[in-house]
């Protein structure tokens, strides 16, 4: 059986080795693992010669025993239009033979990702395509675009790309052989036109990444001992992300706590974010550590934190949640559909309304009051991700598909 994996994810060559960021990589691998062993799994990805970055290979791992279809990177509408031919005569081929074509709603423009070009061949062909939602793209673009945008021509032209993509995305979720929706807000919102969906969770975080355990009892002790709590937030600082919502509540109970907080990120609203804990006169309690790369580097840093902070705004699921109870931190998330589900399943965790600074500092005040009550949400949310690792939900992921008969292994 061919099994076409279609990313949008810049892939780097290297002395012919096949190198990728480490969060893609461990997908791709579990699939390599999880998939029948006659199963030929083929990658189709951008691809550029590591050489020609200033990406290091320190940051990236290596995917053996993989083909791979090597298409030429696309970020813009001008490149989009530039390498449309080239890739869509690469991916052809491998379309026509593939038994099943894994691809999803990544790339920007959409249009000209490597996803979509797939997508339109696959259908052209009469072949089994899994789409795979794995965000709320349209959200995004009516949160950062749409309504931040102060030129009013500019706002109609986000607007109405907004609405085209909206159509573009449900057209791909109803003619697709099996939909993969990331959690219950995104299926609230596309759901309905997602043929034979599946709700999932995307956790990537294997059982390798968990925080040992003696590791774990030394800093629950350091949180029912310490005077100072630890309260973090992981992600890119960007609007949707909520952060002037955690800010603004921080303001609110600076002098009735000893706290400090850490931010593991970057993004284009960093200088605002700069300014803004300055004026609100928190610069004191917070750090900007800048990106960390996901893996070690991330998760070492996670760890050294009793509170993980998701203020999100919009309907999508995050992996930085389950990455937070990996390394031994409570949670605090918006009571946004997907967060809301995922805190009453796990119990890793405790919630506050959605963009709602005051209810945020309320409930930020009662957890650091009662620090047993953040130790028990770090030894659940341990146990959940245990049970809900990466390995498990591709395994449900693969099962579904078989028992739905999209394929045959």
Not at 195 to 214: C, D, H, S, W
Not at 254 to 282: A, C, H, M, T, W
Not at 349 to 374: C, R, W, Y
Request: glycine letters at 6%.
């Amino acid at each position: 059986m061919n099994y076409l994996y279609v990313i949008h994810i810049l892939v780097y060559r290297q002395n012919g080795r096949i190198l990728m960021e480490k969060a893609a990589a461990l997908d791709v691998q579990a699939h390599q693992r999880l998939l029948p062993k006659h199963t030929r799994l083929i990658l189709a990805a951008p691809a550029v010669d590591l050489e020609q970055t200033d990406v290091s290979a320190d940051i990236l791992d290596e995917i053996e025993g993989v083909e791979l279809v090597a298409l030429k990177h696309v970020d813009s509408f001008k490149e989009g239009i530039k390498n449309f031919r080239h890739n869509v005569h690469k991916l052809s081929e491998y379309v026509s033979a593939a038994d099943l074509i894994h691809t999803g709603c990544g790339g920007f423009p959409f249009f000209f990702s490597p996803c979509y070009l797939a997508f339109r061949l696959a259908l052209k062909r009469g072949k089994k395509v899994l789409f795979v939602m794995d965000c709320d793209l349209v959200g995004k673009l009516e949160m950062d675009q749409v309504r931040l945008t102060k030129n009013p021509l500019k706002k109609v032209i986000w607007y109405l790309y907004s609405k085209l993509c909206w159509r573009t995305y449900t057209r791909c979720l109803s003619k697709a052989s099996a939909t993969f929706l990331l959690g219950r807000g995104v299926v609230s919102r596309y759901g309905k036109y997602a043929n034979n969906q599946l709700e999932i969770y995307q956790p990537i975080v294997g059982q390798e990444m968990i925080i040992p355990t003696e590791e774990l009892q030394t800093k629950i002790k350091s949180l029912e001992h310490s005077i100072t709590t630890k309260i973090c937030f992981a992600g890119r600082l960007a609007p949707e992300k909520g952060l002037e919502v955690l800010f603004y509540a921080l303001a609110n109970i600076k002098v009735s706590f000893r706290f400090s907080v850490n931010i593991y990120g970057d993004g284009p609203y960093l200088k605002k974010y700069l300014d803004l804990v300055e004026e609100l006169d928190i610069k004191d309690l917070v750090t900007f550590h800048g990106n960390m790369v996901w893996g070690e580097e991330l998760f070492g840093e996670l760890r050294q934190n009793h509170i993980l902070i998701i203020p999100h705004l919009t309907l999508e699921m995050t992996r930085n949640v389950f990455d937070g109870m990996a390394s031994g931190c409570a949670i605090i998330a918006s009571n946004t559909k997907a967060l809301a589900q995922l805190m009453e399943e796990s119990q890793a965790g405790v919630l506050f309304k959605t963009g709602d600074h005051k209810e945020l500092a309320q409930v930020l005040s009662n957890q650091l009051m009662k620090p047993h009550e953040i130790v028990s949400s770090i030894k659940n949310g341990i146990r959940f991700v245990r049970d809900n690792n990466r390995d498990s939900h591709v395994r449900r992921r693969l099962d579904f598909l078989q028992k739905t008969q999209v394929v045959r292994f």
